[in-house]
T-cell receptor, first 114, second 116 residues
Framework: SQTIHQWPATLVQPVGSPLSLECTVE??????LYWYRQAAGRGLQLLFY??????ISSEVPQNLSASRPQDRQFILSSKKLLLSDSGFYLC?????????????FGEGSWLTVV | GESVGLHLPTLSVQEGDNSIINCAYS??????FIWYKQESGKGPQFIID?????DKRQGQRVTVLLNKTVKHLSLQIAATQPGDSAVYFC???????????????FGQGTILTVHP
């Protein structure tokens, strides 16, 4: 069965510090990968998606970037965090199949920028 | 712009009652909808999905109804249990037309509280 892992689960970082959140998927090949952000009490906002190694699409302009160095690895980064980057970050995956559109989420990473 | 939204932000029910959570969408071209359950501090969990060529789909204790005429989606939970307490999101998948990725547009969420 497929599993998704992301870490760290919680992170407290000072303003201006770098960020690296990692996500890996197991049990599937060539997945579509996503990074979502959820502000407290709000819905989910798609930040980045990737359909293959090195292929990253950004949905919203922001202080963050994403990379996909391996097929099942997705990384969310920032060179200098802002207070507004605080939130709950979710990695997700889906199969490469237009007939199966379900997106499966990881457990999330809580980021607090202080 | 296109959006997916929820009518009721909170819903409180007694254990054993049936719960109905509603969702409206504005994109008439949407062809796939998903309900997610999100417990506090966790990622959303897939509950049930439905395609636009269906108007009803049943799972274990859950039923999703789709009314394309009024662009309305609902999630019914039978015999609601305390463990059902969570935030429920509807989402529309933007991969209509056969694109190879899914871009989910989420509603704001409904908080379901089940009292024992």
């Amino acid at each position: 069965s497929q599993t998704i892992h992301q870490w760290p689960a919680t992170l407290v970082q000072p303003v201006g510090s770098p960020l690296s959140l990692e996500c890996t998927v197991e049990g599937t090949s060539n997945p579509n990968l996503y990074w979502y952000r959820q502000a407290a009490g709000r819905g989910l906002q798609l930040l980045f998606y990737s359909v293959g190694i090195g292929q990253i699409s950004s949905e919203v302009p922001q202080n963050l970037s994403a990379s996909r160095p391996q097929d099942r690895q997705f990384i969310l980064s920032s060179k200098k965090l802002l207070l507004s980057d605080s939130g709950f970050y979710l990695c997700a995956w889906s199969v490469w199949d237009s007939n199966d559109n379900t997106i499966y989420f990881g457990e999330g990473s809580w980021l607090t920028v202080v | 712009g296109e959006s997916v939204g929820l009518h009721l932000p909170t819903l409180s029910v007694q254990e054993g009652d049936n719960s109905i959570i509603n969702c409206a969408y504005s994109n008439s071209a949407s062809d796939y909808f998903i309900w997610y359950k999100q417990e506090s501090g966790k990622g959303p969990q897939f509950i049930i999905d439905i395609r636009s060529n269906m108007d009803k789909r049943q799972g274990q204790r859950v039923t999703v109804l789709l009314n394309k005429t009024v662009k309305h989606l609902s999630l019914q939970i039978a015999a609601t249990q305390p463990g059902d307490s969570a935030v429920y999101f509807c989402a529309e998948n933007g991969s209509a037309g056969g694109t190879s990725y899914g871009k989910l547009t989420f509603g704001q969420g409904t908080i379901l509280t089940v009292h024992p």
